[in-house]
C-alpha cells in the first residue's frame, strides 16, 4: 500500500482563476448594485429620481441655486418657473435661492401699490361732465367753488375768448377820455378803434392768466395751463361788467361807480383766489399770492381809469 503524502498543494481539477479584465481607456466599471427588492403586492416598481445639483445662470453672472431636495408639487422647489411662486411670491426669496439686482433697483418690483410721497397733493377728480356755456357764466357768479373744481380739466376757450372780446369792445366806453373820443370820431374811425380795444383786451387775459397759472405752479399747484387761462379771463371780464355799466351812462366820476370799482375788484380777488385753489389744489393764502399779479394789473389798467 502506497504511502500518503500529506502537505499544502492544488487541486489539478480546479479551474484556474483568470484575471481582471481591463477596461478600454476613458470608461468606467459600473459599481456594483444590489439587487432590486420585488415591489409589495399591488403596487409598481419605479426608479428612484435623482435630483442633480445644478445652479442655474442668474443676472449679471451671479447663479441661482436652487434648492435639490425640494420634490416637483407645489412649492418653491427645483422644476419651477423661477418668476412666480405659487403662493405669490418669487423663488428667488425662499431658502436656498438667491436673487441678483442692480444696484438701485427695486427688489420687489410686482408691488402693486402705489408709492405714497410724502407732502404732495392729491389731484382731485372731475366731480361731473362739461358745463355748457350758459350754466358756466352762471356758476361763476352764483357757486363758484364747485364750478371750478368741475371745470378744473376743461378747457373753455370758447367762452372766455368771446366774454372777453365782448367786454373789450364795451370797455372803451366806460373810460371817459375814450368815450368821448370814439363818440366824437367818424364811423370808418371809431370801428377801428373799438375793435382794437376788445383785442387788446383778449391779449391781456390771455398774459395775465399765463402769469399767474405760472406762478401757482411755482407754488406747488397741479393745474392744466388751459382751464386755469380761460377761467381767470372770464372771471376778469365778468367781475367788472356791474361797474361797466354805470360807468358808460354816469361816467368814471361818479361816486356809485367808484364804490362799485372797489367792491368788483375785492370780489375778483376772492374768485381768482377760490379758481386758483380748486385748480391747482393750493391752500387759500398761495392762492391769492398766485393772483396777485393779475389783481394789481386789474386795477391799475381797468379800475385807476374811473377811479
Same mark, same amino acid.
Given at each position: 500500500?502506497?504511502?500518503?503524502?500529506?502537505?499544502?498543494?492544488?487541486?489539478?481539477?480546479?479551474?484556474?482563476?483568470?484575471?481582471?479584465?481591463?477596461?478600454?481607456?476613458?470608461?468606467?466599471?459600473?459599481?456594483?448594485?444590489?439587487?432590486?427588492? =420585488?415591489? %409589495? #403586492?399591488? !403596487?409598481?416598481?419605479?426608479?428612484?429620481?435623482?435630483?442633480? +445639483?445644478? &445652479? /442655474? *445662470?442668474? $443676472?449679471?453672472?451671479?447663479?441661482?441655486?436652487?434648492?435639490?431636495?425640494?420634490?416637483?408639487?407645489?412649492?418653491?422647489?427645483?422644476?419651477?418657473?423661477?418668476?412666480?411662486?405659487?403662493?405669490?411670491?418669487?423663488?428667488?426669496?425662499?431658502?436656498?435661492?438667491?436673487?441678483?439686482?442692480?444696484?438701485?433697483?427695486? =427688489?420687489? %418690483? #410686482?408691488? !402693486?401699490?402705489?408709492?405714497?410721497?410724502?407732502?404732495?397733493? +392729491?389731484? &382731485? /377728480? *372731475?366731480? $361731473?361732465?362739461?358745463?355748457?356755456?350758459?350754466?358756466?357764466?352762471?356758476?361763476?357768479?352764483?357757486?363758484?367753488?364747485?364750478?371750478?373744481?368741475?371745470?378744473?380739466?376743461?378747457?373753455?376757450?370758447?367762452?372766455?375768448?368771446?366774454?372777453?372780446?365782448?367786454?373789450?369792445?364795451?370797455?372803451?366806453?366806460?373810460?371817459?377820455?375814450?368815450?368821448?373820443?370814439?363818440?366824437?370820431?367818424?364811423?370808418?374811425?371809431?370801428?377801428?378803434?373799438?375793435?382794437?380795444?376788445?383785442?387788446?383786451?383778449?391779449?391781456?387775459?390771455?398774459?395775465?392768466?399765463?402769469?399767474?397759472?405760472?406762478?401757482?405752479?411755482?407754488?406747488?399747484?397741479?393745474?392744466?395751463?388751459?382751464?386755469?387761462?380761460?377761467?381767470?379771463?372770464?372771471?376778469?371780464?365778468?367781475?367788472?361788467?356791474?361797474?361797466?355799466?354805470?360807468?358808460?351812462?354816469?361816467?368814471?366820476?361818479?361816486?356809485?361807480?367808484?364804490?362799485?370799482?372797489?367792491?368788483?375788484?375785492?370780489?375778483?380777488?376772492?374768485?381768482?383766489?377760490?379758481?386758483?385753489?380748486?385748480?391747482?389744489?393750493?391752500?387759500?393764502?398761495?392762492?391769492?399770492?398766485?393772483?396777485?399779479?393779475?389783481?394789481?394789473?386789474?386795477?391799475?389798467?381797468?379800475?385807476?381809469?374811473?377811479?
Amino acid at each position: 500500500m502506497a504511502g500518503f503524502r500529506i502537505g499544502r498543494g492544488r487541486d489539478n481539477n480546479r479551474t484556474p482563476q483568470q484575471p481582471p479584465r481591463q477596461q478600454p481607456y476613458g470608461q468606467q466599471q459600473a459599481p456594483h448594485q444590489a439587487p432590486q427588492q =420585488p415591489a %409589495p #403586492y399591488g !403596487q409598481q416598481p419605479y426608479a428612484p429620481q435623482q435630483w442633480p +445639483q445644478q &445652479a /442655474a *445662470p442668474g $443676472g449679471h453672472g451671479e447663479p441661482e441655486y436652487f434648492d435639490p431636495h425640494a420634490g416637483p408639487g407645489p412649492g418653491p422647489g427645483y422644476g419651477q418657473d423661477p418668476g412666480y411662486g405659487p403662493g405669490g411670491g418669487n423663488p428667488g426669496d425662499a431658502p436656498g435661492h438667491t436673487r441678483a439686482f442692480v444696484f438701485g433697483e427695486d =427688489p420687489y %418690483p #410686482y408691488n !402693486q401699490g402705489g408709492t405714497y410721497q410724502a407732502g404732495a397733493a +392729491q389731484a &382731485a /377728480a *372731475p366731480t $361731473g361732465p362739461r358745463l355748457p356755456w350758459k350754466e358756466l357764466l352762471r356758476g361763476i357768479v352764483t357757486r363758484p367753488g364747485p364750478t371750478f373744481l368741475q371745470m378744473r380739466d376743461y378747457a373753455v376757450w370758447g367762452p372766455a375768448l368771446i366774454v372777453t372780446f365782448l367786454y373789450g369792445l364795451l370797455a372803451v366806453f366806460g373810460l371817459d377820455d375814450t368815450r368821448k373820443d370814439v363818440l366824437n370820431a367818424t364811423l370808418p374811425n371809431a370801428i377801428p378803434i373799438v375793435l382794437s380795444a376788445g383785442v387788446a383786451f383778449v391779449i391781456c387775459g390771455l398774459i395775465l392768466g399765463t402769469v399767474t397759472h405760472t406762478l401757482a405752479r411755482q407754488l406747488g399747484g397741479d393745474g392744466a395751463w388751459q382751464p386755469t387761462v380761460g377761467l381767470s379771463m372770464l372771471v376778469m371780464s365778468l367781475t367788472d361788467v356791474p361797474r361797466l355799466l354805470f360807468a358808460m351812462f354816469l361816467g368814471g366820476d361818479n361816486m356809485l361807480v367808484q364804490v362799485l370799482g372797489w367792491a368788483t375788484w375785492v370780489a375778483a380777488g376772492a374768485l381768482f383766489t377760490s379758481l386758483v385753489a380748486k385748480s391747482h389744489d393750493l391752500p387759500w393764502p398761495k392762492a391769492l399770492g398766485a393772483s396777485a399779479i393779475q389783481l394789481v394789473a386789474l386795477l391799475s389798467i381797468i379800475k385807476l381809469g374811473t377811479i
